[in-house]
């Protein structure tokens, strides 16, 4: 079990003078009013308004990593700063949204128009640092400090209703990309250097992680992958951006309004 993990090229650029401004300006805006009619459409339960809108956004951060309303929900056009779910619920209005509802309008919005290209890792228990670091490869602090951001820094977008933090975890900006694709390993050295109690380390600290990657040789091979796509990304003058289980990550949401195109592991 767990959730898909992808890593994205993202136009941090467009994202702040784009999409921020859109979504300050409140649920009228075009895009993100294209964005309610495809969740709309793609639910069966709920019929989203976001009303308030712009009220909410006003208390995220500059840069849209963090909101100080943790729990908070808009019921009817009112804004409940304390959401109080044994209270307020849905089946108490006839319009409503909250925190979650947020998440997904947000990751709609900028995944629709700000990632060009993607890659799923597939279903990960755990995070993208555990996967990239391993103890013995002496990584630039400054490639773990930036794949720590990429890891954590928007985890208010990470709403992880269904147990392994779904949603935007975090990204990078173009020129922190390009650090990031300066201080990556050279992983082929370190393949070649490997001896057999380091291949058995990496077997076994993986096991415990979530068996994909068993041996020295899968993780170069990720690491090439990864690699590849942080390059994809410099090469766009983009950014990075990681998330589990967005909506780009499965097929069938991917047409007609998002497109983005993917990297496969294979190259193609």
Not at 149 to 169: F, K, M, P, V
């Amino acid at each position: 079990m767990g959730a898909y993990g992808g890593l994205c090229v993202f136009d941090h650029t467009k994202f702040l003078q784009t999409i921020v401004p859109e979504l300050q300006a409140g649920e009228t805006q075009p895009l993100v009013q294209a964005a309610i009619g495809w969740l709309n459409a793609q639910s069966t339960r709920d019929h989203y308004d976001f009303a308030r809108l712009a009220d909410v956004i006003a208390h995220c951060s500059a840069d849209m990593t963090s909101n100080t309303l943790s729990e908070f929900c808009v019921a009817d056009g009112v804004l409940h700063r304390s959401q109080a779910p044994f209270s307020i619920s849905r089946q108490d209005a006839e319009a409503y949204w909250d925190y979650e509802d947020l998440c997904l309008l947000f990751e709609t919005v900028l995944t629709a128009h700000c990632v060009p290209a993607f890659a799923n890792f597939g279903l990960r228990k755990h995070s993208l640092r555990l996967d990239l670091f391993y103890d013995d490869l002496k990584w630039d602090p400054l490639v773990y400090e930036l794949i720590t951001l990429l890891d954590t820094r928007s985890r208010y977008w990470a709403y992880g209703s269904g147990g392994y933090n779904e949603g935007i975890h975090g990204w990078l900006s173009a020129d922190e990309t390009q650090l990031l694709l300066l201080g990556l390993p050279d992983v082929a050295e370190f393949r070649d250097t490997a001896t057999s109690e380091t291949l058995f380390a990496w077997s076994y600290q993986q096991s415990l992680q979530n068996g994909k990657l068993k041996n020295v040789a899968q993780w170069v091979a990720f690491m090439d992958w990864f690699r590849r796509i942080v390059s994809r990304a410099v090469d766009d003058n983009c950014g990075l951006l990681w998330g589990r289980d967005l909506h780009i990550f499965y097929e069938n949401a991917q047409r007609p309004y998002f497109n983005s195109t993917v990297i496969s592991f294979d190259g193609t």
